[in-house]
């Protein structure tokens, strides 16, 4: 889970990283207030969990409150990349003197986390990247050991941050671990004219694994970005959206992961990941094609299922009773293998719903769903 702009912002100022006073607010006329309270000058920003928003014109700076109000009007629903803006922050303007990019990003592949650090911060990372790859420092850091004052010295010294960032480098890991995240952000992190070292940004994600050491994030906790993926949670689905036209509901995440490969492996482009677990009772197999049937993307759907414990007539009877509650749009290819697959395939013959099809084996099956997704 990505958290907001000001709750990351909360989380620095708890492990004694500086940030900016700052006030939350949805309102314009309360956007005034806020601005009156904090000196007057202001800097307006959009709160959404995407970036860019400076570019896009989601982050102004206000001369005053009347000129906060203003701003705070402006940005208020404006859209985002796709994300419409329901809160700004006004928070106090700092006068930047020079602007670093500082990360910490889990990086799977090393079986660790990288620090990722820049003396040439503000734009977005990937822009520096390419535009001076030197200018950007990798440090690989080694999970069990953390990131000491010497490892932050090191991060410092290969991105030639000044000396005053270390200890932030150090509070910045703290936040990664004590909150359990996968990635913390800050770009651009600032040296002020008076020289201290300030975040005026930030981007913090969450182990959706620790979501129950989170507690704090209760609510907010349960709202994916993806609508479909919040749909999928409330019902308890393991449901990942993803960018295809073909939806696929498994059984056991092992086949699902595989399935979703063969499926790309027909050419076509899986359109999420569903695994609708060992036990797949009738109501879970109908929430989960409620699920996947109510994404616009998708063309098709396979269901693959291979009987194990649960047998493949129980997973039949549930698709059927799926079929009766569920309003079936969309070609269905239903591949059923393992304990009584027989009587499993028996039973959704029986029920000869138009828009179903068998076909027994696992490739023939992505294939079918695959030309159909690229037909239909
Ligand atoms: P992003 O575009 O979504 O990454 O939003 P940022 O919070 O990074 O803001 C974009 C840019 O606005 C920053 O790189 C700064 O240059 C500028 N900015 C943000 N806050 C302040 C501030 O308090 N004072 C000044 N002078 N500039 C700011
Ligand atoms: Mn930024």
């Not at 200018?135 to 999970?143: L, S």
Request: negative net charge; glycine residues 10%.
């Amino acid at each position: 889970m990505d958290l907001y702009e000001h709750q990351a912002r909360e989380l620095f100022a708890e492990h004694g990283i500086l940030v900016p006073r700052a006030e939350v607010t949805g309102s314009p006329e309360r956007a005034r207030e806020s601005a009156r309270r904090l000196g007057g000058r202001v800097v307006v920003k959009a709160q959404v969990k995407t970036g860019g928003r400076g570019k896009a014109g989601g982050v102004e700076l206000a001369a005053d409150p009347a000129a906060a109000e203003l701003a705070a009007r402006r940005i208020l629903g404006m859209d985002i990349k796709g994300h419409t803006v329901a809160t700004v922050m006004l928070a106090e303007p700092v006068d930047i003197e020079s602007e670093f990019y500082v990360s910490y990003v889990l990086d799977r592949a090393a079986g660790g986390f990288l620090a990722i650090a820049s003396a040439e911060g503000g734009m977005e990372i990937e822009e520096i990247a390419a535009r001076r790859p030197e200018a950007v420092a990798r440090i690989h850091i080694d999970p069990a050991e953390g990131v000491t004052s010497a490892k932050a010295a090191r991060i410092a010294d290969a991105a030639r941050l000044p000396p005053r960032t270390v200890d932030v480098l150090v509070r910045l890991w703290q936040v990664l671990v004590r909150e359990d995240a996968l990635l913390v952000e800050v770009n651009p992190l600032v040296r002020t004219a008076q020289g201290a070292i300030v975040a005026l940004d930030g981007k913090v994600t969450l182990d959706d694994n620790a979501r129950y050491r989170q507690a704090r994030w209760g609510s907010e906790g349960d709202s994916r970005d993806d609508p479909l993926e919040a749909a999928a949670a409330a019902k308890g689905l393991n449901y990942v959206k993803l960018d295809g036209t073909v939806g696929v509901i498994g059984n056991g995440a092992g086949l699902v992961m595989s399935t979703l490969d063969v499926v790309a492996g027909c050419g076509a482009r899986p359109a999420n990941f569903l695994d609708i677990g060992g036990g797949a009772s009738a109501q879970v197999m109908a929430d989960g094609l409620a699920v996947v049937l109510s994404d616009p993307d998708v063309r098709s759907v396979f269901v693959n299922v291979f009987g194990g414990i649960t047998a493949c007539d129980a997973v039949a009877d549930g698709i059927v009773r799926a079929l009766d509650t569920v309003r079936v749009t969309k070609p269905l290819v239903v591949r059923l293998d393992g304990n009584n697959a027989a009587r499993g395939r028996a039973v959704l013959d029986e029920r000869a719903h138009p828009l179903v099809q068998q076909v027994t084996t696992m490739d023939g099956a992505a294939r079918r769903a695959a030309e159909l997704a690229t037909t239909v």
